[in-house]
């Protein structure tokens, strides 16, 4: 018999802060960190914005190294655990299950600095593969279970929670781990340069004048139990994922593989488009990405759009971490008791017909949509709740 | 166990550093799709994919596993190279063919599915974990129809076969596929057990348990050593063993390929095939062939 998934406990960090109550209180008050990076190695004449993680000195990208990769990495971890509450034995039991696009190549590049190999040779010789980062969640918290590690680009912790959710509604596990975990790197910042992705100034989603993304760095982590641990603990009530393959790099602007995705993950909820109280778009904050979801939720919700929020102008694109970072920014504003606004948005571009929050929206019980996309097609939407669990 | 049946398997493998062009003029028997713009990670997954598909028709809705160690190895080194040695900004589709989920991408496009796309990755289980992920969308009624595979490029990193002591195999480019459905018509096999343990004594305790009749073939993932591949032969007492990491070479994919390439060459046999990781997780699949 199938059972109900429970996000029983998450931490965050980001550039927000490290703490959910100083980064739920700066979405709430709309307070957002933005640095400027310079392209040194390309040796471009200006400057991009950039959330970065901003704990003391020593965290300036430059100064970086493989510890701390993996401090902010198990602070994460370590805290999340805690949330929950779990014991050892709880732990022991637990399967991980990790999402990034970078994986350990900020590893690399910190590295780099220390000695006189290439980046690319250290990365060759040295790379332990994909699974490296949850290997070593497990061998760190004495974790017992099974390591997933999903590489879907910016969908990967979403995808990892979709699974996630999936086993332990299906009880082949108990309780996981699921991990978002992106950290700057030139590799990802210089290759959405190349792209003519990033924003200029000010990050600005579903804006008529909106100009592009705003990367940023994070790691979240949030604990799936089969049973509620708090009356308030977000519920799993749904998923999709499915492929769209009308470009690597865009989505068909009408939006049906996204519509379709959406759809899909109601089928599986077993709800219809005006049970969702509100949406978390994706809003990347691109042309293409902004068009195309929005021609989806028309699409979807047909005249009826749920009231919509986008959480990247807090935090910026966390790229493969951005499920799980987004998740817990969203859904701890909601236990606060409000669905956040979006900064940065002042303009409605008439051609999206959609308007997200522009002030903070008051928010109880209620269902939700969480919605994912990324290059090669990848569309995925996860729906939770924190209603009562029926039955 | 839920249904997963084998309705075709297939194996490409390369020697280390095989020309992309060649890839390219391989893949033309099977589509005629001129692919730009992609490495040698993408091309060595369609390969190997649409030589398993061959000539099914698939469902719009299959869905797509592809499993990896590595992923792009090959670009992702290229990128690097371009910031760090060369100093400029990349190439655009250099950069967005880092992210390996493009390979199970242009393989999608090539095929018209739009089912999951999943990539997905496990140190030294990456093929028996994206089976788990399979068994738990056909058990939960999310997919009917599946291609998974292992794909990786010849590794030129040590720590790759860390753990690996006293056995050392070829380097090789592996792609290995299987298209797998909950329909027993028409399938030449199916998987009848995806078992994982969190230790050695776990694993063989429950294979000196089974009650049902011993499997025909056993094969040993890349981490079991001589020693203990000598015992568990003890326990299973096997008609044989199918060593393909000696007689093919290793990728990081190589449970992928060997399992595809028993399918193709056992007719009519059961294999059980026992891996683990680094940590002494032990993960066992179970094939029958009809």
Redesign the interface.
Known sequence: MKRRAFVTGKAIICALGDTLREIVDAARHKRIRLSQIP?T????PYTKPYYLIQRKEGDAPDNRSDAYFYDILFSTVSRALLDAGVNNEEIEDMHVFFGS?SMD?PI??GN?HKTSA????M??????????I??AI??RFGI??????????CTSSA?ALL?AA??I??R?IERALVVGYDLYN??GF??????KSLAAEEYRPFDRMRDGLILGEACGAVVLEGRRRNADDFMYLGGA?????YS??SHDEEGS?VA?TMNRALR?AGLRPEDIDAVKAHATGTENNDRTECAAMKVTFGCSVPPVTCVKPFIGHTVGACGVNELILFTESIKEGFVPSTPGFREADKDLHVTPLMENMEAGKGIFMLNYF?????CTTLILSNKDAPG | MNEMYIHSASTFIAEAHTDTNYLKEEIRRYTKENFRRVNKFILLTILGARQCINTHALDADTA?YLT????N?GE??????E???V??????FG??N?????A???L??NL???????????????FE?GL??L???F??G?ERSALIGGVDEA??????L?GCAGRSWRMIDGSGWLYVTPEREGAGGAFTEIR?F?DGPSCVRWMSEREISAADVVAFGARIGDEEAASLRDILQPAAEFDYLREYGYS?SATACGISMFVKLYQGKTLLHINR???G?YAVIELQQF
């Open positions: 392209f190695l390309a040796s471009l696009t190549v690399f590049e780099h290439s980046v690319s040779g990365f060759l010789q040295s790379s332990n593969g994909y699974g490296k949850a290997g497990v061998e017992g279970g099974n390591c997933y590690s999903f590489a879907t680009a995808n699974y999936a086993m509604e299906e082949h030139n590799l210089y290759g959405c340069e190349a792209l994922n499915i492929c769209d393959t690597v790099t593989a379709e599986k990324g290059f090669g097609g990848n | 797509i990896t160690e590595h992923g190895l992702t080194a290229d990128v690097l190279d910031i760090y040695e100093n400029s900004l990349p190439k655009p950069f967005i880092t992210m390996s989920s493009t199970a991408f242009y999608a496009q018209g599915v739009r089912g999951r796309n999943i990539t997905v990755s496990s140190q030294h289980l990456s974990r788990e992920l068994k738990v969308d058990a939960g999310v590794s030129l990193s040590e720590a790759s860390e994982s969190r990081g990781d680094q940590r997780n």
